[in-house]
C-alpha cells in the first residue's frame, strides 16, 4: 500500500493549497530525483503556471544573502508572496553554507507568505542546472508569483543556475579588481542588473567605472545593464534595486524577448533531460557484464575505441527503451 503521506499526487495538491510544509517535501523529492521527481515533475508542468524569477549570484560573501532578506521585506511589504531558493553547488549536503542564512532569514520565518528553502543536488540525474529550474517550477505551480534564486559562486554551474532566471543579477564588492574577476567568470554575459553591494567600503567609484567601461566594449544591445550601489547590511540602495529589477522584467515582457528567453530556457532543459538519460545509459552499458571487459580490450589495444563504441550502441540498440 503506498502511503499517502508520502505520495507525490497527495503532496503537491497540499502544496497547492498553500500547505509549506507539503511544498518542502515536494522539494525534496526534486532534490532526491528518481520516479517521485519525475511525477513531480509532471505535475507541475502540466499547471503552466511561471512565476517571475530573479537570479542573484556573485563570490562567496558578497552580500547575496543580506540582499535577498532586504529584498523579501520590500516584497512581502507590498503584500506579494514570494520564494526563495539557496543554491549551493559546491555542497552535496542541504542546508550546508546556508547556516547563517537561516539565521538571518528567521524574520520571515512565521511569514506564510514566503517560502525558503535551500538546495542541493543530492541524487537529480543531470544535477543542479536540471533541479533548480524543476524547482522554480513547482514554486510556480503552487502560485508563487515570485521566485529569488541566490547562488554561491562563479563557476560554469553557478553561471547554468543564474541563467535560469529571467532576471540575473550579479553582485560585485567594491575590491579592487572585483569587476574584472566578474568579467572572466562569464558574469558579464549573463549580468542583467549590476549590484555594487558593500558601497561603505571604499573603491566603489572605481569598481563603477571599471564595470562601466567594460559595458561600454560589450556588443550594443537594448538593454544596458544598470549598475546599483547598495549597502545591504543598512538597507541602502534596496529599493532602487528592485526598481531595477522591475524595469528589466517590464523591457522583457515589452519586447518579446521574456516568451523568447523561456522557450530557449525550456529547449536547453529538455536537451539537457536527453543528454543526462544518455549519459547514465552509457555508464550502465560499460558497466553490464557482457561489455564489462570493452573498456579494458580498449586500453590494453586488443579493440580501437571506435570498434568497441560500436559495439557499445549497437548492445544499446538491442534493449527497449525506457518507458
Ligand atoms: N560592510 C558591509 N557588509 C555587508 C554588506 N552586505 C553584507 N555584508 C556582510 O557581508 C557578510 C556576508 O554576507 P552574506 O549576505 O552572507 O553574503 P553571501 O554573498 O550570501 O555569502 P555566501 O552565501 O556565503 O556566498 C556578512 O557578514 C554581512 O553582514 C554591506 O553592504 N556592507
Ligand atoms: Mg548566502
Known sequence: MTDRRRD???????????????????LSMVERGGADSRAVAAL??????????????GAPGAGKSTLVDRLVALVRASGEEIGVLAVDPSSPFTG??????RVRMQEHALDSGVFIRSMATRGHLGG????????????????LPLVLVETVGVGQVEVEVASATD??????NPRWGDAIQANKAGLLEIADVFVINKADNPGARETRRDLEQMLDLSPASK???PVVETVATGGEGIEELWEQVRRHQLHLAADGSLERRRRQRTERE????????????VERLLQDASLGTLTDDVVEHRLDPYEAADR??????NETPEQ
Do not use: C, H, N
Open 312 to 317: 557499445v550502441l549497437a548492445a544499446a540498440r
Open 270 to 281: 529538455f536537451r539537457a533531460v536527453v543528454s543526462a538519460r544518455i549519459e547514465r545509459d
Open 167 to 172: 532576471t540575473t543579477v550579479v553582485v560585485v
Open 223 to 225: 538593454w544596458r545593464p
Open 8 to 26: 507525490p499526487t497527495t503532496l503537491f495538491s497540499a502544496a497547492a493549497t498553500g500547505d509549506r510544509r507539503a511544498l518542502a517535501k515536494v
Open 128 to 143: 543542479l542546472a536540471l533541479a533548480v529550474p524543476e524547482a522554480i517550477r513547482v514554486l510556480s505551480a503552487v502560485g
Open 44 to 57: 507541475a508542468y502540466k499547471s503552466g503556471l511561471q512565476a517571475s524569477t530573479i537570479g542573484m549570484t
Open 96 to 101: 550546508g553554507a546556508i547556516l547563517g542564512d
